[in-house]
């Protein structure tokens, strides 16, 4: 006889977020994410320093996760954790204490592709969100990601395009160190970009074959630019800044709904969801919801908190697994490179 409730930990370390959830079958229980603010003071992400707060926040944010879902560690079927893609050492610490709770607990152990974590976030059971059904196109937008993905069922993916150089975070963010913003910089130029003028200036978009992406030539180009108005104007960046993050949103999002506009046509799928960091951007979000009344597609938005790293969308991986009795051993390694 199948088990009525099945209750998955989910344990997400891949980054610079800790973090832990509990789900009751589809059903969040739980979801407590501890963010690094340190990283900030430097850029970027330093991977030294994330791995050790990983190993501070592991344990207070598991207890918390439990503590919240109301049930005790022995209530648990199983343990999933992300194996990767990540930084190494975050990871390593993850799947450490993933493989330690599990064997203590005698519970099977899932591991999890953190990029699939990101398209069956979809999948969690909300009141108020349709989940897709199959199949539908998954575009995965982050700071180490740019993936279109085609989602036949919940273990079926494959690639039909990604990045060939910087994902399209990695855009935001350099592009706003070069305009001397704070990290992490897409959020800034996201609010900025509501109050210019998105055709102001011009910046050339690459150009890929197929459905791959390439975002390093943009960057180089806003470079060249900054630098060649600023030998004119050294204010140039003060007086122009919402107009310039305004036009560079507006190249990047064109960027995107172009390649989704060319698999949607190579496919015939027109149902289009979104995942990773940067679906939380208002002008991908908006460019999605024109499309549907413009193009025909059904669109599928993420909430804001399943959009960032977080342990719901690990652990709901883990509960379809578990469907299919996909485990793991204790032999099961942590890997920075994971194709999907």
């Excluded at 980054?15 to 430097?42: G, M, P």
């Excluded at 560079?248 to 990773?276: E, F, N, P, R, Y």
């Amino acid at each position: 006889m199948a088990k009525e409730n099945i209750y998955i930990l989910g344990i997400e370390s891949s980054c610079d977020d800790t973090s832990a959830a509990v789900l009751c079958n589809q059903k969040i229980l739980s979801n407590v994410v501890s963010s690094q603010k340190i990283h900030a003071e430097y850029g970027g992400v330093v991977p030294e320093l994330a791995s050790r707060a990983h190993q501070s926040n592991i344990v207070p944010v598991v207890e918390q996760a439990l503590k919240k879902a109301g049930i005790a560690k022995e209530q648990l079927d199983a343990i999933a954790f992300t194996k990767g893609p990540g930084l190494m050492g975050s990871l390593l610490v993850g799947t450490s204490f993933a493989k330690s709770l599990a064997l203590g607990l005698n519970i099977p152990l899932i591991e999890v592709n953190h990029m699939r974590g990101h398209i069956l976030a979809h999948f969690i059971e909300e009141d108020d969100y349709a989940q897709p059904s199959f199949p539908f196109l998954a575009m995965t937008i982050s700071g180490g990601h740019t993936q279109i993905v085609k989602v036949s069922s919940h273990s079926n993916m494959e690639v039909i395009g990604e990045t060939i150089d910087d994902a399209v975070g990695e855009a935001y963010d350099k592009s706003g160190k070069i305009l001397g913003l704070g990290y992490p910089a897409g959020p800034e130029i996201d609010k900025r970009a509501k109050l210019g003028n998105p055709k102001a200036f011009h910046f050339t978009k690459p150009r890929v074959d197929g459905l791959n992406f390439s975002f390093s030539g943009l960057k180089t180009g806003i470079l060249y630019f900054i630098q060649r108005e600023t030998a004119k104007h050294p204010d140039f960046v003060i007086d122009n800044l919402n107009d310039i993050c305004a036009s560079i949103q507006h190249t990047i999002v064109g960027i995107l709904m172009d390649k989704l506009k060319v698999a949607v046509k190579q496919t015939g799928i027109k149902q289009v969801a979104i995942g990773g960091g940067v679906s939380a951007n208002s002008g991908i979000r908006e460019a999605l919801k024109n499309a549907e009344k413009t193009m025909g597609w059904t669109t599928y938005i993420p909430k804001f908190e399943y959009t960032t790293d977080n342990a719901a969308m690990i652990a709901i991986v883990g509960y379809y697994k578990y469907l299919e009795q996909d485990f793991s051993g204790l032999d099961v390694m942590a890997t920075a490179r994971l194709k999907i």
